[in-house]
């Protein structure tokens, strides 16, 4: 399963309570998540500092709202909020300061009941990482711990985590066939290591003091391997 397919599966069903789902992509890059979600949310927006990757975006996602610019330093959004938002490869690859920046602002476009989908794709104790450095090499990671005190500070907190790719892989070669990953992946997650052992995390984040699961009118997913954070 997918990071956007995953993102999918919090979209509200057709005639739920909430009336519908509007919907922000940020850091949407080539609109891969946008494309996703077309059709299934009553509004979506994406946006982007860099003008290349909006403009590779629209054939992707014609019917999306592309902004270009940088919500961390710019008022590009106006107060307006969002029931599900989405942030995929980003914060692993961006300097503490602009993941706190990038998180308070999200935030704030997040409405009271709503949801942030974000994942570390470079989680520090996955297995690729791992072997990295008992090579000697110093790859750019993120560490769970470090994600934690991220939502903590930016008024959030992790409601669910699930975990994928407890062995190591990179984005266009696997070790091993697709069928062994899954079974390892369950495997870690019967035992309730995943969490530690995947290399990409997706966490699912909801306004902090808003107890409960996921918020109501939106699909929960099944995997084997979820965990649960509890508040």
């Given at each position: 399963?997918?990071p ?19 919907t922000?992509?940020f ?20 946006i ?50 602009l ?55 930016g ?8 975990p ?26 019967a ?39 509890h508040?």
């Amino acid at each position: 399963m997918t990071p956007a397919s995953t993102a999918l599966l919090f979209v509200p069903s057709p005639g739920a309570a909430s009336g519908g789902c509007w919907t922000l992509d940020f850091a949407c890059g080539t609109g891969r998540i946008l494309a996703h979600l077309a059709g299934r949310t009553r509004s979506s927006t994406g946006i982007d500092v860099s003008p290349g990757m909006i403009e590779l975006a629209r054939p992707k996602a014609p019917y999306a709202e592309l902004i270009v610019g940088d919500i961390t330093r710019q008022n590009l959004l106006a107060g307006r909020t969002f029931n599900l938002i989405t942030a995929f490869r980003f914060f692993p690859n961006a300097q503490p300061e602009l993941r706190l920046s990038a998180m308070q602002a999200l935030r704030r476009h997040l409405a009271p009941d709503g949801l942030l989908v974000f994942n570390n794709h470079r989680c520090d104790s996955g297995g690729l990482f791992l072997l990295a450095r008992l090579l000697g090499r110093r790859p750019h990671t993120m560490s769970l711990e470090e994600v934690t005190d991220l939502a903590r500070a930016g008024g959030l907190e992790i409601a669910e985590v699930f975990p994928i790719g407890t062995l190591p892989a990179t984005d266009g070669h696997m070790l091993v066939p697709p069928w062994v990953h899954g079974v390892c992946d369950r495997l870690a997650g019967a035992v309730g290591l995943s969490a530690r052992l995947a290399q990409n995390i997706i966490f699912v984040c909801r306004p902090a003091g808003l107890r409960g699961g996921v918020a109501e009118g939106f699909r929960r997913p099944a995997w084997p391997a979820r965990e649960v954070v509890h508040a």
